[in-house]
């Protein structure tokens, strides 16, 4: 919570400024019993009309009063609990945005999802509820019982027995809200994960007829979660009952003892109105404490959850340092190394690549290809060993600039909501018209948006699924070469595409001045690198070009085969 607490400093005036309204608040309700009971006993048993009009007056004034320091109570305290939900969604995007691959592995994507929406609008409502009221309901309960006394001290000792008895009943009943509520928002992040997963997976989930199965793993984790929150609820529902029982018990105690006053004369008629109305206006405040009970449990758990993600710790490399350097794309590997949880990733791999070369990458599942190519722009930071960028060790780079010069296309293929034109201008913000066309054209995708009916301003559905899976790979590629990167990334990004347009994209690539690493399960995509690595668990076996491989590498030689006898058959089927 104390982290969260931080960002109120920055709205402190706003903050302060609905504290001393709700100050103002609180002196009125604490005076109008008194005034009401001096009313009775001085204007209304005296038949003093005069009195209560000029104090009735007042009393009138005073609800005035009260009332506009409440509207503009409610004013600040938005305008505090709105701010720091803005700050609070901004930095932990901005925290998220600076999460590497390891980070990503403490949150689930659906979690910090409801970190950013449901637990930030949990702080706003604590917050506003705090400034609003709150902090006034203990202080009326605390002051109620102090003018009780300054009316009649016997009647007030009945109070002071009683309600710090339900104050520790509802510190209970916080204790036990706070876990409980913890648990319903992780019960929360694991039903969206179901959700997400659904989403995403829906076609495949037709296409295997799984509806039933995925609707049964839905209501498992909805059912649990229904669970978990109807006890939280019937905890919080528990204390409000509790609470009216024992305070409407109170006051007819209060009733009881005020009449037995007023026969003998211990009492006035208008004081035991006074205590009668401090009993029961406690009473309410009570009922409001529950409700702030809901809140607070809410928030709590919401802020712990909150500064988990804002405490989690980044790399320092992430941070402006290094220098800006302008590449020409040659590398070079010595003996670097990376690791994952403790197990070792790559092991001493070493290689060459000057600029403008092309680099195939070929192996097995988990050789280590795409970790290898991560750790180019730092996305993995390596372990051991040594990196060079046109003889700047990696690390001297600054990763800002280093990643302006990169250009990636990973695995998975994402595209934005948007239009086709905007995907691909995506990787580069001030992109002419031409430039995007010139980079359709390079990833071969040009002569199909064209024929698409609105051209590139055609919107795409969610994630691009309307296109196929070669269609996304192109418009993606096309984003990556509109940078005009000196180093192209493409992690498997062309196993979508036919024979003959991925001849012609590695055709147009060629012509670029920028040096290429390129993931391939197919031996045909890299046959014109002028540099094939070929990985086994974590290391290079076998280096060279296409024709050295095929004489020096059985492992290579085996593959080649392998596809050579596949194609073969494909072609007389």
Not at 85 to 109: A, H, I, W, Y
Not at 446 to 472: C, E, M, W
């Amino acid at each position: 919570m104390r982290t969260i607490l931080s960002y109120v400093y920055t709205y402190k005036s706003p903050a302060v400024i609905a504290l001393l309204l709700m100050l103002v608040e609180l002196a009125v309700e604490l005076l109008q019993p008194l005034l009401m009971g001096r009313i009775i006993d001085e204007g209304i048993l005296n038949q003093d009309f005069t009195y209560v009009s000029v104090w009735g007056s007042v009393l009138i004034g005073l609800s005035l009063l009260a009332f506009t320091a409440g509207i503009t109570n409610s004013f600040f305290a938005a305008k505090a609990s709105q701010g720091v939900g803005f700050d609070l969604r901004r930095d932990l995007f901005k925290k998220v945005q600076r999460f590497t691959n390891e980070n990503f592995q403490s949150f689930s994507t659906p979690g910090l999802i409801t970190r950013m929406t449901n637990d930030v609008t949990q702080i706003q409502n604590l917050l506003f509820m705090f400034v609003r009221i709150a902090l006034r309901a203990p202080l009326f309960i605390i002051f109620a019982m102090v003018m009780a006394f300054s009316i009649n001290v016997k009647l007030a000792a009945i109070l002071v027995v009683t309600v710090p008895a339900l104050l520790l009943f509802l510190i209970w009943v916080l204790s036990k809200g706070i876990r409980l509520f913890k648990d319903v928002q992780n019960k929360l992040d694991r039903v969206n994960t179901v959700i997400r997963e659904n989403l995403t997976g829906i076609r495949l989930i037709k296409g295997f007829n799984r509806g039933s199965y995925e609707e049964s793993r839905f209501q498992q984790v909805n059912e649990s979660l229904m669970d978990k929150n109807k006890r939280a609820l019937w905890l919080m529902e528990l204390a409000m009952p509790t609470i009216m029982l024992g305070m409407n018990i109170v006051i007819l105690v209060v009733i009881w003892a005020g009449a037995a006053q007023l026969q003998n004369g211990g009492a006035r008629p208008g004081e035991v109105v006074a205590m009668v109305n401090y009993a029961t206006r406690i009473m309410f405040t009570f009922s409001a404490f529950t409700f702030l009970i809901l809140v607070f449990s809410r928030g709590n758990a919401s802020a712990g959850r909150l500064s988990d993600v804002l405490q989690e710790r980044t790399p320092a490399y992430l941070e402006k340092q290094g220098k800006d350097v302008k590449l020409s794309g040659s590398i070079r590997f010595e003996e670097a190394g990376f690791a994952h949880h403790s197990v070792d990733v790559l092991k001493g791999i070493s290689f060459e690549a000057s600029g403008g070369d092309t680099v195939g990458i070929i192996g097995e599942t988990g050789a280590g290809k795409t970790a290898l190519l991560n750790l180019i722009p730092r996305l993995y930071e390596k372990k051991s060993g040594k990196i060079y960028l046109d003889n700047w060790e990696i690390s001297e780079i600054d990763v800002k600039s280093l990643r302006q010069q990169i250009s990636l296309v990973p695995q998975e293929v994402h595209l934005f909501s948007g239009s086709v034109k905007e995907n691909i201008a995506w990787g580069k913000e001030d992109a002419t018209e031409k430039e995007i066309v010139q980079a359709a054209k390079a990833a071969q995708i040009h002569n199909f948006i064209r024929t698409l009916p609105n051209g590139y301003d055609t919107r795409l559905a969610q994630k691009g699924v309307t296109f196929s899976g070669g269609q996304k790979q192109r418009i993606s590629i096309a984003r990556a070469l509109i940078r005009e990167p000196k180093i192209l990334i493409l992690d498997d990004s062309t196993s979508a595409l036919d024979a003959q347009t991925e001849e012609r994209l590695l055709k147009a690539l060629k012509e670029l001045q920028c040096t290429v690493f390129m993931v391939a399960q197919k031996i045909s995509s890299l046959k014109a690198a002028d540099t094939i690595l070929v990985l086994k668990k974590g290391e290079i076996i076998a280096r060279g070009s296409h024709e050295e491989l095929l004489m020096n590498s059985e492992t290579y030689q085996e593959v080649y085969q392998s596809q050579s006898q596949k194609e073969d058959v494909s072609g007389h089927g």
